[in-house]
């Protein structure tokens, strides 16, 4: 199998490296163990979490697993290849599984287990997924609950998540479709 070659924005290595520190700071400082960052629609989400899990093999010796949720198989399917490939290049550091729903996980040493959530809005907002309890969960998703209703941010708050928007500018026009 060939390395896993990914050349990221500067933005998108921003968001990988901010969503590691704040897991992993010290006791003085505060930690985000739940994040929900926006990342617009085809702007890298899934560099972002590959180069979360790259970092984690040198940042965070302690984790085990990390779960990379997926909202369906499609989206699964067409990631697959790249997290098989960034399973060689972190060997037995930690395993990767990828799932589909917040509500498939098996989490057997929770404080040893990171999650990274792709199209997060679709579990914690359509489905209102709980998020286990879990060393990090790590959220992505192009829905920015700061432009949406009260609703969103309240469910976001019950669960102690916090929201950050990732600085990465959308491209994307609707009306081009």
């Not at 599984?97 to 098996?106: P, Y």
């Amino acid at each position: 199998m060939q390395p896993l070659k990914m050349k990221l924005s500067k933005r998108q290595l921003y968001v990988a490296l901010l969503s590691i520190l704040m897991i992993t700071r010290t006791a003085t400082s505060k930690q985000q163990r739940k994040q929900f960052w926006t990342v617009p629609f085809a702007k890298g989400k899934t560099r972002i979490a590959i180069a979360i899990a790259t970092t984690i093999k040198y940042k965070c010796s302690s984790i085990e697993k990390l779960f990379v949720v997926f909202p369906n198989e499609t989206l699964k399917k067409q990631d697959e290849h790249a997290y098989q490939q960034l399973q060689t290049t972190v060997g037995n550091t930690f395993t990767i599984d990828l799932v589909v729903g917040l509500s498939s996980l098996d989490i057997e040493k929770p404080m040893q287990t990171v999650i990274v959530c792709d199209e997060a809005d679709y579990e914690i907002i359509d489905c209102n997924a709980t998020v286990p309890k879990v060393k990090a969960f790590i959220a992505m998703s192009a829905t920015n609950p700061q432009n949406s209703s009260g609703f969103v941010n309240r469910l976001l708050s019950i669960q102690k998540i916090t929201s950050f928007d990732s600085g990465i500018k959308s491209s994307y026009n609707p009306d081009e479709r």
